[in-house]
């Protein structure tokens, strides 16, 4: 197991980064909140993240899931087997979660792309993670509306695109936007660096996607946190605007 770089962006507010995948971890008190999970390879680096920060897995409080994409949500069956924690995302993408649908890149997509030498290499790594699996989490329920009563008081903010469900999160009071796939600043198949969007085979509905970050314009906050790449600080406007004309 590689030990995964945990960074703290703002107060109560870790930023750990897996297998070519980020997740958060929001802390308040003796609880915690997990938003992502990786890979199902990535299962350990999620309790040395939990650890490193000071906390242990008993103290979780709720997982939120930004979309059901397996490098997001892999490592939940084992992570939470045994323990009653709520695992909750719109609720649209709780029954894909719970893999009533699934709607990722195919197979026969990602072979298609494979002439790409990074995205040979990184399709390698996803089997390596575990990412060939369909397994989901059965216990996914979709959130109340507004402002959840859990550690960080994240806010749902509803971004159909990448997956019919996906949804990022704002936490207002630390002016901190976690964008999962929506708005990314990364990916191991790409060259570029800085706000964009993932290539066109990884989103469900690219000018869904499109128009969803729209809403992400408005919000009160400069740091951005993507479910690839690193932490960008500065307006999500100009991120939104920088994703939007980037050359693919």
Known sequence: MSTPTV???????????????????????????????????????????????????DQLEAVLVTHAHVDHIGSLPRLLEGRDVPVLTSEVEAHHARREFLEQATPLQVAAASWRPRVLAWSLHVVAAGGTTKAGVPQAQGFAE???????LPVPIVTPGHTSGHTCYHLPHTGVLVTGDALVTGHPT??????????????????????????????????????????????????VDQALNARR
Do not use: C, K
């Open 146 to 152: 507004g402002a959840l009563d859990l550690p960080g």
């Open 7 to 57: 960074t703290q962006v703002a107060d109560g507010v870790h930023v750990a980064q897996g297998t070519s995948v980020s997740w958060i971890l929001l802390t308040e008190g003796d609880a915690f909140t997990l938003v992502d999970a990786g890979y199902p390879g990535d299962r350990d680096a999620v309790l040395s993240s939990i650890e490193q920060i000071g906390y242990s897995l």
């Open 190 to 239: 790409v060259r570029r660096t800085g706000p964009q969007l993932l290539p066109r085979m990884f989103h469900h509905d690219v000018a869904a996607n499109r128009r969803s970050l729209d809403q992400l314009r408005r919000l009160s906050g400069d740091v951005l946190l993507p479910g690839h790449g690193v932490p960008w600080r500065g307006s999500y406007a100009d991120a």
